[in-house]
């Protein structure tokens, strides 16, 4: 697949859809596991100073991959694998009369079409991508094989595929589900996980310091009820299950999978360790004082590091809807200890986490005093 771009000479209206639009589906943020519509950069162009999409496909994300999770993996049943096959077909015959139009001929106007988009057919059940003008006789044949479920890849992990929007697709194939048809993902609020539900939750947690970190047990609760402790000695996060009746194991794990760390599945560690944080800083957050904020330690990925500190702003609140009164703040927290993995402070303001920029240096003020 070529990486040039590819601005047909018109679009199709939306009105010709192979299926409706007007899902609530809010793609773009799909999850590892869920259902989404997704369309070839390659393809994009410009209207209006909107960025579109000819066709965009419905299937299942399966990984992500790329810088900041740019591009997307995804599997698709038969008919939505013939389509981009047919559509492969379009983008190569539209890209033929161009290069006829440009005078190309012969040899040479194969050999610039196959390299701007491979041959891409079916043979009975397995699609083949002939890249033997990019790769060579040796390398440059392969066959992309149904899974077990008759499921295809295209391409996942070559083309750059994107995870988008379905109203900025002039057409789609596939019915895209529904929100309410869309595994239930309700993000917390103190970390980047979401879980299926907020019957489980944390109700009380007690920590301590030792050489090896800050141990600490906390209780689970199922709908307010107790159901286990969670323990962590330094060393690992478990759960000791009070009432397997109730609660058990396998409950746990049914929960876990539900989960997305970071729109990916995860382990049960991360998910106990996120719940703790969840109450360690809406408890924090409760017990703030009127007038008060709070900030916190986070990594290089912005996560919440453990050193959280609470200060009262002799000035108000809306002093924070000033640059000087982040600065400021800046300026204190700086003389607070931190964890070695803490790499940024943020502050609560307004219902959410924001950075509070790194607290200027001497050669910072003497370059902006000049």
């Known amino acids: 697949m070529s990486d040039q771009q590819h601005q ?3 679009h199709r209206s939306a009105a010709e859809s192979d299926a409706a639009t007007g899902s609530h589906l809010d793609t773009p943020h799909i999850m590892i596991g869920d259902v989404g ?19 965009g496909f419905i299937g299942r994300l399966d990984a992500l991959r790329g810088r900041e999770d740019r591009y997307a993996v995804f599997s698709c049943d038969r008919n939505t694998a013939e389509a981009i096959v047919a559509e492969q077909e379009r983008l190569r015959e539209e890209t033929r009369q161009r290069l006829r139009a440009d005078g190309r001929r012969g040899e040479d106007l194969a050999v610039e079409l196959d390299l701007a988009y491979a041959p891409l057919y079916f043979a009975d059940d397995e699609i083949v991508l002939d890249e033997r003008r990019v790769h060579g006789e040796a390398d440059g ?3 992309i094989c ?9 391409c996942g992990w070559q083309w750059e595929w994107r995870i988008v929007d379905p109203a900025d697709c002039d057409r789609l194939v596939g019915t895209p589900p529904t929100a309410a048809e869309q595994p239930t993902r309700i993000p917390l609020r103190h970390s980047p996980l979401h879980v299926p539900h907020h019957r489980l939750t ?4 007690e920590e301590t310091v030792s050489y090896t970190g800050v141990p600490f047990t906390a209780t689970l609760c199922l709908d307010g009820t107790p159901v286990g402790r969670i323990e962590n000695e330094g060393k690992g996060t478990w759960l000791r299950h009070h009432d397997p ?4 194991r396998r409950d746990m794990h049914e929960f876990v999978l539900g989960c997305r760390f970071r729109r990916r599945p995860t382990v049960e560690e991360t998910v106990l360790d996120r719940l703790v944080t969840e109450y360690k800083l809406e408890y924090r957050l409760t017990a703030l004082s009127p ?4 900030a916190r330690t986070v990594n290089a990925d912005g996560e919440f590091c453990g050193d959280v500190v609470d200060l009262e702003s002799v000035s108000g609140l809306g002093r924070f809807d000033r640059a000087d009164g982040w600065a400021d703040l800046a300026g204190v927290l700086v003389t607070f200890p931190t964890r070695p993995s803490s790499v940024a402070w943020q502050a609560w303001h307004r219902g ?3 950075p509070v920029p790194a607290p200027a240096t001497p050669t910072d003020a003497s370059t902006t005093t000049s």
């Open 8 to 10: 047909p000479s018109a």
């Open 37 to 55: 519509v997704f369309a070839g950069e390659w393809a994009a162009y410009d209207h209006l100073g909107e960025i579109r999409y000819p066709t």
């Open 141 to 143: 044949l392969s066959r």
């Open 146 to 154: 149904p899974d077990g479920d008759g499921r295809y890849t295209i």
């Open 202 to 205: 944390v109700t009380s947690l």
């Open 245 to 248: 009746a109730r609660f058990s």
């Open 291 to 294: 007038n008060s904020i709070l």
């Open 352 to 354: 959410r986490w924001r």
